[in-house]
Each structure stands twice: as C-alpha cells, then as structure tokens.
C-alpha cells in the first residue's frame, strides 16, 4: 500500500516521465464513451455511463488512465494500482468526460487479468431499465482491414449514431472510407445476389489534444445521420462497411439505434 501514496518529490518527478511509459505498454484498451455527469440529449433524455474494473488475477495491476484518490496534482499522471480480487467504479477516468473516447493503459503483464463493465443509460427513464451494455475495446480489436455493422434499421422512430476510432490517435491528415450497402431481407441463400451498394463517402477524423505526454483520446468521427453519408432511398435495412482510406490506421467502430419514444438503445458492433 505504501506505493500508492508516492512522497511529493518524488511524484512531482515521475509526473513528467511516467506517461512516456505509458505509451510502450502492451494492450491498451478503449473506453468508447464516458459520461460521468449527465449529457443531454434528445426528446429529453438525459444519458450517463456506469464503469467497473475488476482484477481477477493474483498480482496488482497499474493502470495509466485511471484516476485516484490523492492529495497532490501529480497523481493524475500516476498509475493506479488495482488489486488482486478488487472491482470498483472509477468515479472519473483521465479527463471527466470522454463521449469521444478514452484510453486506458493497463501495465503489459497484467492486462488479461482486468475485465471491464460499461453501461449507458437514460436517467429520464431509469425505473424502467438498467442500460444497455457498450463493449470496452482490446487492442487487437481494432482492424486495419474492412470492418462491417451488420442490419442496421430505418424504420421511423430510431434514431442511428455512428461511431469510428483510429488506434493511434495522434493528430495527422487520417480519412475514413464508409460504404453503405442496402439488405434485402428476401436473401436466404448464400448463393443470393451481392448486397446493393447504395453509395459510399470518405471522413476525416478528428483529434483532441493530448494530455501532459500521453495520448488518451482516441481519431474519432461522428455521424448522427446516416443519410449524410449517402441517399438512402427506401432501404429499410443497412449494411455499414468501413475501412482505412489513410495507410496504416488502425479502426474500430459502433453503431447505437435508439427510439425516440422509449429511448431504448440497441448496440450494433463489427463482429
């Protein structure tokens, strides 16, 4: 226990050359959204994500991107260290809000031994649900090939929300490419025809500044209307193909659905 309260000298050193460290550990993993404060949101829904990290392994594992309780600054450039059979809440990770994204950098000999529990959900509403579950992203969960979100609705009523992540996250000219193809829910065959591209757009992701030497956000592009990407016609499914347009990035992406009147949320993740 005694290594979690670091004296002050010597934290205010490590301040500068802990986060460094940070970026050569193996395994980092995405927080796609957290919400810590309530975020408004449409038809006066009002949204906040619950977090847990557990440690089932025998060994404590540091993990930049957390952070504690501590008296001084420099604790926020600290790791925390989470121990053996602990599972808790962080009350807030490396910045208060990440709606486009968090990393967190788990020490490499320890990382597989972490699990991870994220929810979203609407406040307005919470007598009647418990939220619905986002994936927290592994490293080698991001793809540098296609990656595909598979029957996607249009029926009236649903509101859709893409969202697209480059591993790296360092500031540089970075494009997207997205396909959007119309299903046909007459296709039972595996001989059927090639599902119809309906048009296809190129993004450019957007950065956020990093934090003391550490890169906690990830390249990120929102869509909040998928009609924007290209006319949808009547297509009542979709088909979302999104790969690298720049060489070298590395991607991950989720697609949220969510009606407007009950504000339920349906995740649709590349599998």
Same mark, same amino acid.
């Given at each position: 226990m005694a290594s979690r309260r670091l004296p002050i000298v010597l934290a205010a050193g490590l301040a500068l050359a802990v986060p460094a460290a940070a970026q050569t550990a193996d395994g980092r993993v995405l927080v796609p959204i957290f919400v810590r404060d309530p975020l408004p949101g449409t038809f006066g829904s009002s949204w906040i994500t619950d977090s847990w990290i557990t440690n089932?392994? !025998? $060994?404590?594992? =540091? &993990?930049?991107?957390?952070?504690?309780?501590?008296?001084?600054?420099?604790?926020?450039?600290?790791?925390?260290?989470v121990d053996p059979g602990v599972t808790f809440q962080p009350r807030y990770l490396a910045e208060e809000q990440g709606s486009r994204g968090l990393f967190l950098y788990p020490n490499a000999t320890g990382a597989e031994q972490l699990h991870f529990a994220l929810r979203f959900r609407d406040l307005s509403r919470q007598s009647t649900t418990w939220g619905t579950?986002?994936? &927290?992203?592994?490293?080698?969960?991001?793809? !540098?090939?296609?990656? /595909?979100?598979?029957?996607?609705?249009?029926?009236? $009523?649903?509101?859709?929300?893409?969202?697209?992540?480059?591993?790296?996250?360092?500031?540089?000219?970075?494009?997207?490419?997205?396909? *959007?193809?119309?299903?046909?829910? =007459?296709?039972?065959?595996?001989?059927?025809?090639?599902? /119809?591209?309906?048009?296809?757009?190129? +993004?450019?992701?957007?950065?956020?500044?990093?934090?003391?030497?550490?890169?906690?956000?990830? $390249?990120?592009?929102?869509?909040?209307?998928? /009609?924007? +990407? *290209?006319?949808? $016609?009547?297509?009542?499914?979709?088909?979302?193909?999104? =790969?690298?347009?720049?060489?070298?990035?590395? +991607?991950?992406?989720?697609?949220?659905?969510?009606?407007?009147?009950?504000?339920?949320a349906t995740v649709i993740t590349p599998q």
């Open positions: 089932t392994g !025998s $060994g404590a594992v =540091e &993990v930049f991107g957390v952070a504690w309780t501590c008296f001084i600054p420099e604790c926020g450039f600290l790791p925390a260290t579950e986002l994936p &927290v992203v592994r490293e080698r969960e991001f793809r !540098s090939g296609p990656l /595909s979100l598979i029957d996607i609705p249009r029926t009236p $009523g649903f509101r859709q929300v893409l969202r697209i992540y480059d591993l790296d996250g360092v500031e540089r000219e970075a494009l997207v490419r997205v396909r *959007t193809y119309r299903l046909d829910p =007459e296709h039972h065959e595996p001989f059927d025809p090639p599902d /119809s591209l309906l048009g296809e757009t190129v +993004l450019p992701l957007q950065f956020a500044e990093p934090l003391g030497l550490v890169i906690y956000h990830p $390249g990120y592009a929102m869509v909040a209307d998928l /009609s924007l +990407l *290209t006319p949808l $016609g009547d297509a009542e499914r979709l088909r979302i193909e999104i =790969e690298p347009a720049t060489p070298g990035l590395k +991607l991950w992406a989720f697609l949220t659905v969510i009606h407007n009147e009950t504000q339920h």
